[in-house]
Nanobody, 122 residues
């Protein structure tokens, strides 16, 4: 079982940057697919980006492609999300999660963090 804790959320102006981090505990963290998801008020949870265990394969949602960058450091058990040129529509609670399969479906991710709020002002 993997436990996840997100940090780094906050208030940022449109066009600015923010860096989210997810700290994982569990001896098999390194073997999992990691994902960042987000959920805005009144909307379903959606994937933002996923990354494979080695970090050499990623898959971004079109809405964030070219602006957000995911990275993972298995030695430090962390996965990060660098958010650049943020937009008001990026406002949401951001979650990190793990899966044993390569997927973008939230239902395939078995462990979730508590989430961190990101608010982008216009």
């Amino acid at each position: 079982h993997v436990q996840l804790v997100e940090s780094g959320g906050g208030l940022v102006q449109a066009g600015g940057s923010l860096r989210l981090s997810c700290a994982a505990s569990g001896s098999t963290y390194w073997s999992y697919v990691m994902g960042w998801f987000r959920q805005a008020p009144g909307k379903e949870r959606e994937y933002v980006v996923v990354i494979n265990w080695s970090g050499d394969s990623t898959y971004y949602a079109d809405s964030v492609k070219g602006r957000f960058t995911i990275s993972r450091d298995n030695a430090k058990n962390t996965v990060n999300l660098q958010m650049n040129r943020v937009k008001p529509e990026d406002t949401a609670v951001y979650y990190c999660a793990v899966s044993t399969r390569w997927s973008i479906r939230p239902e395939d991710f078995g462990s979730w963090g508590q989430g961190t709020q990101v608010t982008v002002s216009s």
